[in-house]
Nanobody, 123 residues
Framework: VQLQASGGGLVQAGGSLRLSCAAS????????MGWFRQAPGERREFVAA????????IYTDSVQGRFTISRDSARNTVFLQMNNLKPEDTAVYYC?????????????????WGQGTQVTVSS
């Protein structure tokens, strides 16, 4: 499975961005999809995940209520809508796919990774 992330950019604090991640697979609904991020000098951390059917999601506490993960199975694409962005959200954002059931926060469980897209939030 190849993942292609896009949609990053430079935005002022309080602004919004929508990230997209296109997956090259015919069995997109078989994969749990996740978003992670990595700031300079920091470990890659979990942001959000969504089940293959799209009926369940989880978020890290710091983005709860501001970010929304969703997926479009017809387009084999997962999205991350990011609202009310803060400077601490600045990072490279990665999408990932897990070939198995159940939502997961651990990056070790994900099987495939995209190349990352830079999000920079200015104060």
């Amino acid at each position: 499975v190849q993942l292609q992330a896009s949609g990053g950019g430079l935005v002022q604090a309080g602004g919004s961005l929508r990230l997209s991640c296109a997956a090259s697979t015919r069995t997109f609904t078989n994969y749990v999809m996740g978003w992670f991020r990595q700031a300079p000098g920091e470990r890659r951390e979990f942001v959000a995940a969504i089940t293959g059917s799209g009926d369940s999601t989880i978020y890290t506490d710091s983005v709860q209520g501001r970010f929304t993960i969703s997926r479009d199975s017809a387009r084999n694409t997962v999205f991350l809508q990011m609202n009310n962005l803060k400077p601490e959200d600045t990072a490279v954002y990665y999408c990932a796919a897990r070939a198995g059931p159940g939502l997961a926060r651990s990056r070790a469980i994900y099987d495939y990774w995209g190349q990352g897209t830079q999000v920079t939030v200015s104060s």
